[in-house]
């Protein structure tokens, strides 16, 4: 693996590619941590550690983790780019149900181009929302509960109308970054964007899971053991989420011969790749979505009875939220795999070019067969998904460590998702020269 990495920076248009990439995840970083105009940072440090360390229910965790420290730091990038993966995510939805989208998608190249136009017009009115949201929070200093000081110097609607702009500028300026990487860096840009708001959040989540225990802000004995078996249990799970994202079932097709004009061409056997976790990382994020909303709702109105039941049964880390939240997981992942992969426009478009499975005739049958791998694989694949999702509670119960505990939920999936994917795009480019891969 290490002459691998030696022979991709050897490579001088590979080089050039990951130093690109590099560089722009580097200014990505820095305006993660650059305050938005007219913050008070003394303030906002100050009402982030007091609200971090007490925080019982895990949001501001949450939020720390995907957006990488910069959202409660109110950074010009402070919304990250999750008002992309929104807007992506939505207009994947409306494909199915609008169908001017969906004869888009069925253009190729041009629809694509025109759906990731619309995906860039709703982001930045996603960001527009998203940043009036956090910003009215701050000026009204309820951005951190039970914070008395001023998070802003100015009030008046000039400084709020220039902090909105500069955070949605931010947005559109991430997304200009993850475009540049997916065209002339490596891996999706997107993708990889995400990996370092995440990954970023690693060494402060252990460090704090280590002197959890200790005093003075330095671990004893019983963090250092905790500190060791986190990692351990870390790696653990990285194996097993790599050996499912892996794992996948092919069905071979064979296409008859046929006569094009006076070429005789077909025969030829192929297979359909379906991942036993064909929907990725979508259903978790669904879930947490929907169920982030009454806990936000609790956080910010605490003495409505509504939210005192929420905080008594729904809380996050209780019985009753890890419930519904696995029970949301297996709801989402069949919906989003039964709107991504249709087995009606499978079975179609291999009659249309002569293909078929050996053993299961071509139209109706086709289509139950395919229906019927999908649903059996579906199941092990959101049963592993909420397994994965719910690490962070069983943390909690062994070790005490769920706010801080990073190897489990989202963040990991994402990090190995995006990690493999961006290792085979670069072990294919390898390849190509005649070289060895990362994977062996």
């Known amino acids: 693996m290490l002459s691998a990495f030696a022979n991709a920076l050897r490579t001088p248009d590979l080089r050039k590619k ?45 939020i720390q983790l995907f957006s990488g420290g910069a959202l409660l730091q109110l950074a010009i990038f402070a919304l990250g780019i999750m008002p992309y993966i929104t ?27 025109k759906i990731t136009q619309y995906t860039r017009y709703l982001t930045i009115v996603l960001a527009v929302l998203n940043s009036t949201a956090f910003v009215t929070l701050a000026v009204n200093g309820q951005l951190f509960q039970g ?9 008046s609607l000039f ?20 475009e540049l990487i997916t065209d002339r860096g490596v891996g999706n840009g997107m993708s990889v964007m995400i990996f370092t708001q995440i990954a970023a959040q690693f ?23 905790v500190f060791a078996a986190t990692i351990a249990v870390g790696l653990a799970v990285m194996l097993a989420v790599v050996f499912m994202e892996q794992a996948q079932r092919r069905i071979p097709v064979q296409y008859a011969k046929r006569m094009v004009g006076r070429k005789l061409i077909g025969g030829s056997t192929t297979y359909i790749p379906i991942k036993v976790n064909q929907a990725g990382v979508i259903p978790v994020i669904f879930a947490s979505s929907i169920l982030y909303l009454p806990v936000l ?18 809380a996050m880390g209780s019985w009753g939220y890890e419930s519904v939240f696995f029970l949301l997981i297996i709801f989402f992942a069949y919906f989003y795999v039964s709107i991504t992969f249709d087995p ?25 067969y395919l229906a019927h791998v999908l649903s059996r694989l579906t199941a092990p694949g959101s ?17 005490g460590t769920q706010n801080q505990f990073p190897f489990g939920g989202t963040s990991i999936l994402i990090i190995v998702g995006v990690g493999l994917d961006t290792v085979k795009q670069i072990q294919s480019q390898l390849q190509q020269r005649n070289y060895e891969g990362f994977l062996r």
């Open 344 to 368: 009606v426009e499978v079975s179609d478009n291999m009659k249309k070019y002569g293909g078929f499975i050996p053993g299961v005739r071509a139209g109706g049958p086709t289509e139950r």
């Open 18 to 62: 990951i130093l690109f990439t590099l560089m722009i995840l580097a200014i990505f970083r820095l305006g993660s941590v650059i305050p938005t105009p007219n913050v008070n940072v003394v303030a906002v440090n100050a009402c982030r550690a007091s609200a971090t360390a007490n925080d019982t229910a895990g949001l501001y965790s949450m």
């Open 203 to 225: 060494p402060a989540s252990l460090w704090a899971i280590a002197i959890a225990t200790g005093e003075n802000g330095m671990p004893d004995a019983r963090g250092w053991f």
């Open 383 to 399: 049963l592993y998904l909420g397994i994965v999702a719910l690490i962070p509670a069983v943390a909690f119960v062994l070790f």
């Open 147 to 155: 914070c008395t000081q001023d998070l802003v110097y100015d009030k």
């Open 159 to 178: 400084s709020i109308i220039t902090m909105i702009l500069t955070m949605t500028a931010g947005t559109g300026v991430i997304m200009w970054l993850g």
């Open 297 to 314: 709702y609790a956080q910010f109105q605490p003495t409505s009875p509504v939210a005192q039941w929420i905080s008594t049964y729904m």
């Open 87 to 113: 807007a992506s995510i939505i207009l994947q939805l409306l494909t199915v149900v609008i169908p001017r989208l969906e004869k888009l998608k069925k253009e190729g190249a041009s629809g694509t181009q």
